[in-house]
């Protein structure tokens, strides 16, 4: 998820950890190559969508995954969202960004946000195997195949086009403001005074 901060009352399109975040999703779904996530330690809030937009993702087993945007007056209004739920199903993408839960390596595994689960000493090894077992298909067929996957949710990229576009507002509101300021307080943020 990177520095909360750098999204303090603004957003240009780059993202809390200073990419072009709308031109790395596009990079991953175009590249007509699979993209593996590979996974130790942590995927949460950005890291998380990463994993989920990737073609496979395989974890160690102290891997853990999760949101935390609305704890802190964030989301990611397109594929972290919309095409989370193609990955794991609607309900449990609500309870993932509603309830901002951490879950294990095991647990994504089973909701299929992950594809294997390693022992941490072997993660390595096993993405080497994946990828090397791939390279001995055919390229073009692969690479119908990820296009043929791609299309099937496309539209999502202008759902998140103008997710993104509202999330610029949004950060320049005392709301989101709340959420990076309590963090930086080492505070829980009050939400309820902005219920509507």
Same mark, same amino acid.
């Given at each position: 998820?990177?520095?909360?901060?750098?999204?303090?009352?603004?957003?240009?399109?780059?993202?809390?950890?200073?990419?072009? &975040?709308?031109?790395?999703?596009?990079?991953?779904?175009?590249?007509?190559?699979?993209?593996?996530?590979?996974?130790?330690?942590?995927?949460?809030?950005?890291? !998380?969508?990463?994993?989920?937009?990737?073609?496979?993702?395989?974890?160690?087993?102290?891997?853990?995954?999760?949101?935390?945007?609305? #704890?802190?007056?964030?989301?990611?209004?397109?594929?972290?969202?919309?095409?989370?739920?193609?990955?794991?199903?609607?309900? #449990?993408?609500?309870?993932?960004?509603?309830?901002?839960?951490?879950?294990?390596?095991q647990?994504?595994?089973?909701?299929?946000?992950? !594809? #294997?689960? &390693?022992?941490?000493?072997?993660?390595?090894?096993?993405?080497?195997?994946?990828?090397?077992?791939?390279?001995?298909?055919?390229?073009?067929a692969?690479?119908?195949?990820?296009?043929?996957?791609?299309? !099937?949710?496309?539209?999502?990229?202008?759902?998140?086009?103008?997710?993104?576009?509202?999330?610029?507002?949004?950060?320049?509101?005392?709301?989101?403001?709340?959420?990076? !300021?309590?963090?930086?307080?080492?505070?829980?943020?009050?939400?309820? #005074?902005?219920?509507?």
């Amino acid at each position: 998820g990177g520095d909360q901060s750098a999204h303090d009352g603004q957003y240009d399109g780059r993202g809390t950890i200073g990419l072009p &975040v709308e031109e790395l999703h596009t990079v991953i779904r175009d590249v007509p190559k699979p993209v593996i996530a590979r996974v130790q330690g942590f995927a949460i809030g950005g890291g !998380n969508v990463l994993a989920v937009l990737c073609d496979l993702t395989i974890a160690g087993e102290s891997a853990q995954f999760g949101q935390v945007g609305p #704890k802190m007056g964030s989301v990611d209004p397109g594929f972290g969202t919309a095409y989370l739920t193609h990955v794991v199903g609607e309900k #449990k993408a609500r309870e993932i960004w509603y309830l901002c839960r951490r879950y294990s390596a095991q647990e994504a595994l089973a909701m299929g946000l992950v !594809n #294997k689960v &390693v022992p941490d000493d072997q993660l390595d090894a096993e993405v080497a195997a994946w990828c090397a077992e791939i390279v001995e298909r055919s390229p073009t067929a692969i690479a119908i195949a990820k296009r043929s996957f791609v299309a !099937n949710t496309e539209h999502i990229r202008g759902i998140g086009s103008l997710g993104l576009q509202a999330l610029k507002l949004y950060y320049d509101t005392d709301e989101s403001r709340e959420g990076v !300021n309590a963090l930086q307080e080492k505070r829980k943020p009050d939400f309820r #005074k902005y219920v509507k």
